[in-house]
C-alpha cells in the first residue's frame, strides 16, 4: 500500500488549509488511517485518524474544534481540514495506515 500526502503550503495565522491522503488500494482495507504532523527539532505527534468503516475519529486535544478528519471511501482519500491555522501548526504532516507513512506534506503557518 503506498499512501500520497498532499495540499500543504504557506498560510497566515487563522488561516485554513485542507490536506488529502490519497491511498492505492481501498482505504476500507486500512480500517483506519491517521494524520501525524512533526515540526523542525520535535518528535512526530499523532494529530487525528479515522475509522474507514464507520467514520469514527480521533483528535489531539490541541486540534479539537480546529480540525476535521474526514474520508471518502469512493475516492480513497482521506482528508484533514485545518482551520484557525497557529504558528505552532507548522508542521511536515503525514498520513498513515497499515504500517505504512506517506511522503509528507509541509504546512508553514506566519505569524
Known amino acids: 500500500v503506498q499512501l500520497q500526502a498532499s495540499g500543504g503550503g504557506l498560510v497566515q495565522n487563522g488561516g485554513s488549509l485542507t490536506l488529502s491522503c490519497v491511498v492505492s488500494?481501498?482505504?476500507?482495507?486500512?480500517?483506519?488511517i491517521g494524520w501525524f504532523r512533526q515540526a523542525p527539532g520535535k518528535e512526530r505527534e499523532k494529530v487525528s485518524c479515522i475509522n474507514t468503516y464507520d467514520g469514527s475519529t480521533y483528535y489531539a486535544d490541541s486540534m479539537k474544534g480546529r480540525f476535521t478528519i474526514s474520508r471518502d471511501n469512493a475516492k480513497n482519500t482521506v482528508y484533514l481540514q485545518m482551520n484557525s491555522l497557529k504558528p505552532e501548526d507548522t508542521a511536515v504532516y503525514y498520513c498513515y495506515g497499515m504500517n505504512v507513512w506517506g511522503k509528507g506534506t509541509q504546512v508553514t503557518v506566519s505569524s
Open positions: 488500494r481501498a482505504t476500507l482495507d486500512l480500517t483506519a
